[in-house]
């Protein structure tokens, strides 16, 4: 049986991975700090005799007993609330934790994956993001604490692999969506549908003309799943290359939600990027993959997921103060 250790195993992605990887008849190894992951994303595979949880930080050195044939690095912060929250765990997961996964792997023999980001673009000036791209990313700014751990996580990863001879892989993963999405992590999707579900106004920043594509998560997990399998050792965008402003997209949730609120503007935060679209051709080509979800499907199953929580988790507030997003 091929065994392998997912990191931040209880967050959006990582749970989804978890599932995927016991489907596919695998012994999962899940590893979460659990300071933004959620313990219930996995609890419904507490009881399966080929899971395991270990609560752990992955900055500090990890050790996982036995065999591994795969490792997934999944752990971090991921939406700008949190990386001005705790930007040192942030900066620390993306430099630290890769390294210390990378010499696991290294141990083990095992092939790992690790999750890079569209923010490696930072506030694009090419369009759509190829893999080609170099970026252009503010090294200080609130989001530089995510953009650069993650860009010195690709390039530890590519030396691992260069000087090693490391079987490693990269995903740059865009805009993803789903069920298990974090209600309050002030992130654009849970953040519109919580406003429409409490029945208030939907914030958009900024002027609302900023782009994003969303990725349906079972599109993200199919995209990982075999870039994971094939033999490319560069960069590969997975996402979804349709493109939406936030504005449409707000007057897209009214009409889902049926909600009579209305939109509001707010500031846009410091370095947002304007516009984001995956350049998918090398998936295409390399991992013979494109997504299949369409938003409007995915949407009605993101909806009814947060429909689906407890009242008093939609009416706990995490971020009540976007001002200290905006600051700086
Ligand atoms: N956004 C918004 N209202 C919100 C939250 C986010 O208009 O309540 C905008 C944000 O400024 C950005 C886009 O939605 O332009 C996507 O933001 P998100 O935090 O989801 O992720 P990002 O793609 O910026 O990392």
Same mark, same amino acid.
């Given at each position: 049986m091929k065994r392998i250790l997912?990191?931040?195993? /209880?967050? %959006?992605?990582?749970?989804?991975?978890?599932d995927r990887f016991i489907k596919e008849g695998y012994h999962v190894i899940g590893m979460d700090n659990l300071i933004t992951g959620d313990i219930r994303n996995i609890e419904h595979l507490?009881?399966?005799?080929? %899971?395991?949880?270990?609560?752990?930080?992955?900055?500090? %050195?990890?050790h996982v007993p036995g065999k591994l044939d795969y490792i997934l690095h999944f752990a971090s912060p991921a939406s700008p609330i949190?990386?001005?929250?705790?930007? +040192?765990?942030?900066?620390?997961?993306?430099s630290l934790g890769t390294h210390n996964l990378l010499g696991l792997a290294k141990e083990k023999n095992a092939r790992i994956l690790i999750a890079s980001t569209?923010?490696?673009?930072?506030?694009?000036?090419?369009?759509?993001?190829?893999?080609?791209? !170099?970026? @252009?990313?503010?090294? +200080?700014?609130?989001?530089?604490?995510?953009?650069?751990?993650?860009?010195?996580?690709?390039?530890?990863?590519? /030396?691992?692999?260069?000087?090693h001879g490391l079987e490693t892989r990269i995903v740059r993963i865009f805009?993803?969506?789903?069920?298990?999405?974090?209600? @309050?992590?002030?992130?654009?999707?849970?953040?519109?549908?919580g406003q429409a579900l409490r029945g208030e106004d939907l914030t958009v920043f900024g002027d609302g003309k900023q782009t994003r594509s969303f990725c349906y998560i079972t599109d993200q997990v199919e995209g990982i799943f075999r870039l994971l399998m094939s033999d490319y050792a560069a960069p590969i965008n997975i996402g979804n290359p349709h493109e939406i402003t936030i504005g449409d %997209?707000?007057?897209? +949730?009214?009409?889902?939600?049926?909600?009579?609120?209305?939109?509001?503007?707010?500031?846009?935060?410091?370095?947002?990027?304007?516009?984001?679209?995956?350049?998918?051709?090398? /998936?295409?080509?390399?991992? @013979?993959w494109e997504p299949k979800v369409g938003r409007s499907e995915g949407m009605k199953k993101t909806y009814d997921y947060f429909k689906s929580l407890p009242e008093k988790e939609l009416f706990k507030k995490e971020h009540k103060d976007f001002s200290t !997003?905006?600051?700086?």
């Amino acid at each position: 049986m091929k065994r392998i250790l997912i990191t931040g195993a /209880a967050g %959006f992605i990582g749970s989804h991975l978890c599932d995927r990887f016991i489907k596919e008849g695998y012994h999962v190894i899940g590893m979460d700090n659990l300071i933004t992951g959620d313990i219930r994303n996995i609890e419904h595979l507490f009881h399966l005799e080929h %899971f395991e949880f270990y609560h752990h930080d992955v900055t500090k %050195f990890v050790h996982v007993p036995g065999k591994l044939d795969y490792i997934l690095h999944f752990a971090s912060p991921a939406s700008p609330i949190d990386y001005l929250k705790i930007p +040192i765990q942030t900066l620390k997961v993306g430099s630290l934790g890769t390294h210390n996964l990378l010499g696991l792997a290294k141990e083990k023999n095992a092939r790992i994956l690790i999750a890079s980001t569209s923010e490696v673009y930072g506030d694009p000036l090419v369009h759509p993001q190829h893999e080609d791209y !170099y970026g @252009n990313v503010n090294t +200080i700014g609130p989001r530089g604490v995510y953009d650069e751990a993650k860009r010195f996580q690709e390039s530890i990863t590519m /030396a691992y692999h260069r000087f090693h001879g490391l079987e490693t892989r990269i995903v740059r993963i865009f805009n993803t969506y789903g069920p298990r999405m974090r209600l @309050n992590d002030g992130r654009v999707i849970p953040a519109f549908i919580g406003q429409a579900l409490r029945g208030e106004d939907l914030t958009v920043f900024g002027d609302g003309k900023q782009t994003r594509s969303f990725c349906y998560i079972t599109d993200q997990v199919e995209g990982i799943f075999r870039l994971l399998m094939s033999d490319y050792a560069a960069p590969i965008n997975i996402g979804n290359p349709h493109e939406i402003t936030i504005g449409d %997209f707000a007057e897209e +949730i009214i009409k889902l939600t049926g909600t009579s609120q209305k939109v509001i503007y707010k500031e846009l935060p410091v370095d947002d990027p304007l516009q984001r679209k995956p350049d998918i051709s090398k /998936a295409k080509e390399i991992l @013979n993959w494109e997504p299949k979800v369409g938003r409007s499907e995915g949407m009605k199953k993101t909806y009814d997921y947060f429909k689906s929580l407890p009242e008093k988790e939609l009416f706990k507030k995490e971020h009540k103060d976007f001002s200290t !997003y905006t600051r700086m």
